[in-house]
């Protein structure tokens, strides 16, 4: 190769380098995250419901005073005749607690202990009762317009007359709970076991009962007319059971 081609290759490989270079820089920037990678990226973890952990009067009182007592032992606690709207109740121990005309709407008490409980005509619209163990509670004449029950368990509860319409009890345990005269218009009882269950008279309009268990449940009178059954079917027009 002469002098003259040399020349020629190092003009063009200097002419050529500034853009290299800048190519260069392009690829090795990091890709910009799209808007929702941008907001998964900032978002900062969700706090940890701390629990209160405490009993008795302290228990109590923290209720009253802070409407929430996480994981806290109140067994017993009488709470009739009170507003705990938005209470944060989660895995209390309620056992035998007293919730007489209570106002619990949207109330939390996910996985909290309310067996034998009494809450007649306790107000638990819209509450979180997930889980939450409610097995021979007196629930009679209790309002629980769209509340949460899925998972929980009602074995031998009362709830007659109880409003619970749109409630979703998927996956509850109903067995022989007695639901004589109850309102579930549209609940949701998918996969619930309602075996033995005393449905006398109750309102099971456009409830979606699609595989629950129904063996032994008294269903004299009730209305399921436009109700979707454990197999599926759906009753239309049809206002007794």
């Given amino acids: 190769m002469n002098f003259q081609s040399i020349i020629t290759v190092f003009a063009v490989v200097a002419a050529l380098l500034p853009m290299a270079l800048h190519m ?20 900062t ?8 952990d405490l009993a008795g009067k302290a228990a109590i009182d923290q209720v009253k005073r802070n409407n929430r007592c996480v994981r806290c032992s109140l067994a017993g606690a ?10 944060e109740l989660t895995q209390a121990e309620l056992k035998q607690a007293k919730f007489a005309n209570t106002k619990l709407v949207n109330a939390v008490l996910f996985q909290a202990n ?5 809450l007649v005509k306790a107000q638990l619209n819209g509450a979180d009762l997930k889980q939450a163990n409610l ?12 509340a949460s029950l899925s998972k929980a368990n009602l074995t031998d509860a009362t709830l007659v007359k ?9 996956f509850a345990k109903l067995n022989r709970a007695n639901l004589r005269e109850a309102s579930l218009y549209g609940t949701l009882l998918q996969h619930a076991d309602l ?5 006398r008279d109750a309102d099971l309009r456009y409830a979606n009962l699609s595989e629950a268990k129904l063996d032994g449940a008294n269903l004299d009178n009730a209305r399921i007319d436009f109700a979707v059954m454990p197999k599926g079917q759906t009753y239309t027009g049809q206002p007794r059971y």
């Fill in 24 to 43: 260069a820089e392009i690829f090795s920037r990091p890709e910009p995250l799209s808007a929702p990678m941008q907001s998964m990226a900032i978002r």
């Fill in 45 to 52: 973890p969700k706090a940890v419901l701390q629990p209160d």
């Fill in 78 to 87: 009488d709470f009739s005749n009170i507003d705990l709207s938005r209470a």
């Fill in 114 to 118: 309310l067996q034998t409980a009494h």
């Fill in 135 to 146: 097995q021979d509670a007196d629930l009679s004449q209790a309002e629980m317009i769209n």
């Fill in 162 to 170: 109880a409003e619970l319409r749109e409630t979703d009890l998927t």
């Fill in 195 to 199: 075996s033995g269950a005393d449905l």
